[in-house]
């Protein structure tokens, strides 16, 4: 399978805990994205990573929420001192650029419920 | 803020028949938008998408509409088939690529 992979698919945590997921985006694809994903919405947009520098990040994102490309290949995403609130599906995207259309692929998701 | 949003939360069409599902947005410097379709599980998959500076664009079965005077997008599908039901989001590119997505519409596909 040549797509974008999450790991892990779920993930339980306890609140206050620190969780991390991984996106292996297309290999040829140099745009990764991050989303934030709740039951019923549409994805809400994290960060977007062009090669590895981290170009844009959402205002609303946490100081808790950081993520790295560092290699310019897979990314990570770490949320530190989990809360309730941060349940959600974590989607990833990848797609090449520059141009004027952006077509990204988005990998299955990490679901994360934190009690 | 900028925004995207659809007018029905679901449709229900009988297989065979044409759909429509609409989209608007209120950002009028987005210059790109995109249709993607989400089945239960899964990430969204990308389905067509549109350039501001185009008014329509066809793809297999489905086309995208934008009327930028109105600020409006809207996808239909033709000849609708069960393995279309699913969840369908619009999303439009404001600025930088921040992609600002709708809350979804859900299409039920009746046999």
């Known amino acids: 399978d040549t797509g974008v992979s999450q790991n892990p698919r779920h993930k339980i945590t306890k609140r206050g805990q620190n969780v991390t997921f991984r996106c292996d985006p297309i290999s040829e694809h140099n745009r990764l994205y991050w989303y934030r994903q709740t039951l019923g919405q549409g994805p809400e947009f994290l960060t977007y990573f062009q090669n590895e520098a981290q170009l844009e990040k959402s205002r609303l994102l946490s100081d808790r929420f950081s993520a790295e490309r560092p290699k310019g290949s897979f990314s990570t995403l770490e949320i530190q001192r989990t809360e309730q609130g941060d349940s959600a599906m974590y989607l990833c995207?990848?797609?090449w650029g520059p141009g004027s259309t952006d077509t990204q692929y988005f990998g299955p998701g990490t679901r994360l419920t934190v009690l | 803020g900028e925004s995207v949003g659809l007018h029905l939360p679901t449709l229900s069409v009988q297989e065979g028949d044409n759909s429509i599902i609409n989209c608007a947005y209120s950002n009028s410097a987005s210059d790109y938008f995109i249709w993607y379709k989400q089945e239960s599980g899964k990430g969204p998959q990308f389905i067509i998408d549109?350039?501001?500076?185009?008014d329509k664009r066809q793809g297999q079965r489905v086309t995208v509409l934008l009327n930028k005077t109105v600020k409006h997008l809207s996808l239909q599908i033709a000849a609708t088939q069960p393995g279309d039901s699913a969840v369908y989001f619009c999303a439009e590119r404001g600025y930088g690529q921040n992609f600002v997505f709708g809350p979804g519409t859900r299409l039920s596909v009746l046999p």
């Open positions: 995207a990848s797609s």
């Open positions: 549109i350039r501001s500076n185009m």
